[in-house]
């Protein structure tokens, strides 16, 4: 197949390059130039607009737009221009960590014109482009068949994981590491309430090792303080631990490196999700209390760091290359219905 990547950043441009080395063909746009070159030497062609990008696809519909961009107005003024550039039939795939219900209104809108509208929420970070990616997937059946090639390029495959207990059948997609979780929102709220969780184990992991860093506290009876290895601990936490993860394993490497987290400064920020899951437990009336505890602790350490948050920032920055300091403190506000405006 042949697909438009939108935004050649740190997971669009590695995903790109899994999808073409999988033999798909990928048209790359991005708005600067270095960043098109360095696409184009890896082997995809390179367009510098979207109108372009779209010109570049095979003429036989369905053509397919894979938007991976910054949740908010970047993605929407985008799934606008591709509103008139696209016809009946074509499919635009937003595989950046919208938010649900915005996938809702851009795919009825768009639906007025009969382009299809996929929503894939994406895990994965950097280490995707070798690891894979765990996708979950929202929107109508049809188009999310047409691009199983796609997903089945980009996802991690059964690789060596066992399988669980009880599955004898055939191997579904999810075992493959991609699902088709439901209708049009679907995806984002997966992987939306997916971030939310992680929220919480990262807490916990920041939290407990801090509390094994400072049993060496003059607080404590000095028969009762232990100076603990941290980095060991960690290692040997990965093997065969029931709190193994590969959040751990990046705590670990991170901890190895540097014991102290002195290259970090504690300073957690968030981008969105873990909100709006907290949210959704509102709306639901499902008690949340370690995702909001979580979530209200990234708040706490803009104002006073913890050890606890120095191995939070590690662990994002080990996952998804989230350095401090470069992204915004507070996601930004979700558009008005600038789509239907537009219309």
Avoid at 84 to 101: E, H, P, R, T
Wanted: with cysteine; hydrophobic share 40%; proline share 4%.
């Amino acid at each position: 197949m042949k697909i438009a990547m939108i935004g050649l950043g740190k997971m669009g441009a590695n995903m790109g390059r899994r999808l073409m080395k999988a033999g798909h063909g990928c048209v790359g746009f991005a708005r600067s130039a270095a960043t098109r070159e360095a696409f184009a030497k890896a082997g995809g062609e390179t367009a510098a607009s979207l109108a372009e990008a779209v010109a570049l696809l095979d003429a036989t519909a369905p053509r397919a737009v894979w938007l991976m961009l910054p949740e908010g107005r970047t993605t929407e003024d985008a799934a606008i221009e591709l509103g008139g550039l696209l016809a009946a039939g074509d499919i635009v795939v937003d595989g950046g960590n919208s938010f649900y219900k915005d996938d809702i209104r851009r795919a009825a809108v768009l639906a007025q014109k009969g382009i299809q509208y996929v929503d894939c929420g994406t895990s994965g970070g950097v280490w995707g482009i070798d690891r894979g990616y765990c996708m979950m997937i929202g929107g109508p059946e049809a188009a999310v068949n047409h691009l199983d090639p796609i997903f089945s390029a980009l996802a991690p495959g059964l690789g060596d994981t066992p399988r669980t207990p009880g599955r004898s059948q055939d191997i579904a997609r999810s075992e493959r590491g991609y699902v088709h979780a439901g209708p049009t929102g679907a995806g984002h709220f997966v992987k939306m309430v997916h971030n939310g969780i992680e929220y919480g184990l990262m807490q916990a992991y920041g939290e407990g090792f801090d509390i094994l860093r400072n049993k060496t506290s003059e607080d404590l009876p000095e028969t009762e303080r232990f100076t603990l290895d941290l980095p060991e601990i960690a290692e040997v936490w990965r093997r065969g631990s029931v709190i193994s993860s590969w959040l751990l394993d990046l705590g670990a490497a991170a901890l190895l490196a540097d014991p102290g987290l002195e290259g970090y400064s504690g300073y957690v920020q968030d981008s969105g999700e873990g909100r709006w899951t907290v949210e959704a437990a509102l709306e639901e009336a499902v008690p949340a209390a370690v995702i909001t505890a979580a979530l209200f602790a990234r708040f706490r350490s803009r104002e006073e760091t913890a050890f606890s948050d120095k191995m939070l920032s590690a662990m994002r920055f080990g996952f998804g290359g989230h350095v401090e300091g470069t992204e915004t403190t507070d996601p930004k506000p979700r558009p008005a219905a600038a789509l239907q405006a537009a219309e």
